[in-house]
């Protein structure tokens, strides 16, 4: 079982500053996905990255793999009070349909 | 509207007694899996299924067992509570591949 650490645990900023938070292994992995939480549901798919080096945009939110495939980031720009929340990240292994996710990340963004 | 609903969302039952969560889905996804999730540790997977009647067990598998007779119900069976499964259960849908999953919106058990 692949170890997944997420830094930092815990992140408050103000409204309109910019955060990047991490999501690193000692291991390879086949695909990174990162999720957000929001208090009394489920995570909800953001992005999926399966290239090395590759890099996603969704709005705001910049997604990047590593070029080794071990790590990968979440860069917010501009953050807002609706970007409160757990972000997670998981990674699956070659052939392999299991997740395995990081402890996550808690954002708080104060207005 | 996500296709995957559990029940119940909140229960609280007694140490050593049995206790079944439902996952029910209509997305016709082939793998379902059953996730708690716990301060400090994150989610962990307990079991998962490929398909109808195959199941495996997870990293957390102790003291649960699942059934899955149709391939849109996937039953997660505590076969007698104890407080260490006081958690909240996230039930998941995947089609495989790097497609990620669909969590339902979780059940809140506690154990007393």
């Known amino acids: 079982t692949q170890l997944l650490e997420q830094s930092p645990q815990f992140l408050s900023i103000q409204e309109g500053e910019n955060l990047t938070v991490y999501c690193n292994s000692s291991s390879v992995f086949s695909s990174l996905q990162w999720y957000r939480q929001e208090p009394g549901e489920g995570p909800v798919l953001l992005v999926t990255?399966?290239?090395?080096?590759e890099v996603k945009k969704l709005k705001r939110l910049t997604f990047q793999f590593g070029d080794a495939r071990k790590d990968s980031s979440l860069h917010i720009t501009a953050a807002q009070p609706g970007d409160t929340g757990l972000y997670l990240c998981a990674a699956t292994n070659f052939g392999n349909e299991k997740l395995t996710f990081g402890t996550g990340t808690r954002l708080t963004i104060i207005p | 509207d996500a296709g995957i609903t559990q029940s119940p969302r909140h229960k609280v039952t007694e140490t050593g007694t049995p206790v079944t969560l439902r996952c029910h889905q209509t997305?016709?996804?082939?793998?379902m899996y059953w996730y708690r999730q716990d301060p400090g540790h994150g989610l962990r997977l307990i079991h998962y299924s490929y398909g109808v009647k195959d199941t495996d067990k997870g990293e957390v598998s102790d003291g649960y067992s699942v059934s899955r007779s149709k391939t849109e119900d996937f039953l997660l069976t505590l076969e007698s509570a104890t407080s260490s499964q006081t958690s909240v259960y996230f039930c998941?849908?995947?089609?495989?591949?790097?497609?990620?999953?669909?969590f339902g919106s979780g059940t809140r058990l506690t154990v007393v």
């Open positions: 998941a849908i995947s089609v495989g591949g790097d497609y990620g999953y669909t």
């Open positions: 990255v399966v290239t090395g080096g």
């Open positions: 997305e016709n996804h082939r793998y």
